[in-house]
């Protein structure tokens, strides 16, 4: 049986990597409570904490409806905890709390429990490769 035009198509591709790499890292941060998305954020908060939500939006590429969503319901949970910046009243900053700073360790290590499950079947080479080319894909 000839193969569909689609399954050659590099969108239909990627979409469909994003989707299972997707689905395994939300089943390993289920247990949680948290999903792939606020596992970002909080990444970008352990790198540096104190961002505005248009500082957060610009670095996961999410708009600012979308993230002010996303940054209620971490706040509900207890993940984050809004501030209004001293200096500038017209900023609130967002800042972990100790109940996302203890966690940092297991959600890296179950992000990287789904790096591993997903390019298990990758030489080492082939790896380096995929990464350097969705780097370059991303742009």
């Given amino acids: 049986m000839a193969q569909s035009q689609y399954e ?3 969108i239909f591709l990627l979409a469909k990597a994003y989707q ?3 689905g395994n ?21 352990w790198d540096e904490e104190g961002l ?14 979308t993230l002010s969503g996303i940054l209620d319901r971490m706040s ?14 017209r900023f609130i900053r967002i800042y972990l709390t ?3 700073k203890n966690l940092k360790p297991v ?10 499950e997903i390019l298990k079947n990758l030489s080492l080479e082939e790896k380096v490769l995929i990464k350097r080319l969705l780097k370059d894909i991303r742009g």
């Fill in 8 to 10: 050659d198509c590099i």
């Fill in 20 to 22: 299972k790499a997707h």
């Fill in 25 to 45: 890292f939300k089943q390993h941060l289920l247990p949680h409570g948290i999903t792939p998305v606020q596992h970002l954020i909080l990444e970008a908060l």
């Fill in 52 to 65: 505005t939500a248009t500082e957060i939006g610009k670095r996961m590429t999410l708009d600012n409806a």
């Fill in 76 to 89: 509900e949970k207890g993940w984050i905890v809004r501030v209004t910046d001293d200096l500038d009243k």
């Fill in 98 to 100: 100790v109940k996302a």
């Fill in 107 to 116: 959600l890296l290590t179950e992000r990287e429990k789904s790096n591993e």
